[in-house]
């Protein structure tokens, strides 16, 4: 087991880079925010509007929210406000389904 932990770190830490790359934000347009847990929606919104960004839409986690930047530097700005990092906004805002019909 000693002779493959190299291995099984490097494996490790690609599949961490790879998704990382994956799911990282443009420098502008639609992406989610995330705060610190038990931030609320309402403070989320008010600090991506005070970075200058756009309100798209909740998600189904309330301290993460998607919004929309015109200008590339909205990350740094809602960081400095309390933004703890930024995702891709894909598959986040979707519609609910229909709990009675599914």
């Known amino acids: 087991m ?4 190299p291995a099984l770190l490097f494996s490790a830490v690609a599949v961490m880079l790879v998704a990382a790359f ?3 934000p443009q420098g502008k347009g639609q992406m989610a925010v995330a705060f610190a847990p038990f931030t ?7 600090i991506v509007r005070a970075a200058g960004g756009y309100a798209v839409g909740p998600t189904k986690i309330s301290n993460i929210v998607v919004a929309y930047a015109d200008h590339a530097d909205f990350q740094q700005r809602a960081r400095s406000l309390g933004a703890l990092f930024f995702l891709k906004a894909s598959g986040l805002c979707a ?3 229909d709990r009675e019909t599914t």
């Open 2 to 5: 000693r002779q493959l932990a």
């Open 22 to 24: 994956m799911l990282a």
């Open 40 to 46: 609320s929606e309402e403070t989320a919104w008010s």
């Open 95 to 97: 519609p609910q389904p």
